[in-house]
């Protein structure tokens, strides 16, 4: 098809418009490698797009999409032919470049990833650079000395994409799981996903001023920030560690050295954006392998690109459960 169709955001003075639109082909950006895309996804990230938030987005039109999967239908790049079935996430796509809330991509081979053969398209992007970052910040946890006898694994944010998928893949790896949420209506959900403990978010929301409390968290998964990464830091046990994935709380963090000093704990970073490629796919075929049938239908829920504007918002708002797909055909 010499055009296809997308969501693009459009901006005039200080309006931000967002509807569907046909593109021709050559207004692509240039990239060694198309993907006619088959499905995407809602992230945080689309969120701050789709509103003009952030400062993500630096040129007007724009189709944003963090997250795509599909078919290469053409590629100069040595990786990847045509009829290959491959994944795309970060390096920015969506943000700084044209994304995946279309039916047809341009980027670099070096962006991307192929399917593992037990995953379909749809399921890869159920998820999408959230079950990405759980499955990254994991194994970051692994390298710092986390095994599954250690304790209890702190998941904040529970009820969120990361969040989910990080409590279904703790879980399945016999990991014990607390989740940390701040909606009620998700206990329920929770439990099934695996979380052996819930905790309300009101527990950790406010500072106590105390640089130490009483140890509890053998690890944790935070995408919260803010007053609530700073009690969890102060509760990790000696030689435990925190992955920071997010900042849905805040992004200033008031805390002391004392944890880091007198339990020798880590907090570790996780970057998913610009996370190494031969990583990726190790990443992405250990949660095709790990993530069971059932938690994909629990998790998530599938919309069409004309869904995107007022879903933007609620996500923004904290009020989606789990992980929004894309068909981008409907």
């Known amino acids: 098809m010499d055009a296809f169709r997308a969501l693009v955001v459009d901006k005039h003075g200080d309006q931000l418009m967002a509807d569907i639109r046909e593109i021709e082909s050559v207004h692509l950006p240039e990239g060694d490698v198309t993907v006619d895309v088959a499905y995407s996804s809602l992230n945080y990230k689309d969120g701050l797009v789709l509103n003009g938030l952030g400062g993500l987005v630096k040129t007007y ?28 996430t970060g390096f920015r796509v ?43 910040a994991l194994r970051t946890l692994e390298e710092h000395g986390l095994h599954p006898n250690q304790g209890e694994v702190l998941i904040t944010g529970a009820s969120g994409g990361v969040g989910s998928f990080s409590v279904s893949l703790l879980a399945h790896l016999g990991y014990q799981v607390a989740a940390l949420t701040g909606r009620e209506e998700n206990l329920d959900y929770l439990r099934q996903l695996g979380a052996k403990e819930i905790l309300p978010r009101s527990e950790l929301s406010s500072p106590t001023g105390k640089p130490l409390e009483s140890a509890r968290w053998a690890a944790c998964i935070d995408s919260v920030g803010g007053p609530v990464l700073s009690r969890v830091l102060a509760q990790t046990k000696p030689g435990g560690s925190t992955a920071a994935v997010g900042l849905a709380g805040g992004a200033a963090l008031e805390t002391s050295v004392m944890p880091f000093l007198l339990r020798g704990i880590n907090l570790l970073g996780i970057d998913s954006v610009y996370y190494p490629n031969a990583r990726r796919s190790e990443a992405w075929q250990r949660l095709a392998d790990v993530i069971p049938e059932d938690a994909f239908d629990r998790i998530t829920t599938e919309v069409s690109l004309s869904d995107l504007p007022e879903l933007g918002r609620s996500i923004l ?14």
């Open 317 to 330: 708002a904290g009020q989606v459960r789990g992980r929004v797909v894309v068909d981008v055909n409907r």
């Open 61 to 88: 039109p724009h189709v944003p999409g963090i997250d795509y999967a599909g078919t290469v239908s053409y590629s100069t790049h040595p990786d990847f032919t045509r009829g290959d079935r491959v994944i795309g």
């Open 94 to 136: 969506g943000e700084v470049r044209w994304g995946g809330y279309a039916q047809r991509v341009s980027v670099s081979g070096d962006w991307l990833v192929s399917l593992p053969q037990s995953l379909s398209l749809y399921r890869a992007m159920c998820l999408g650079s959230a079950g990405l970052t759980a499955a990254i």
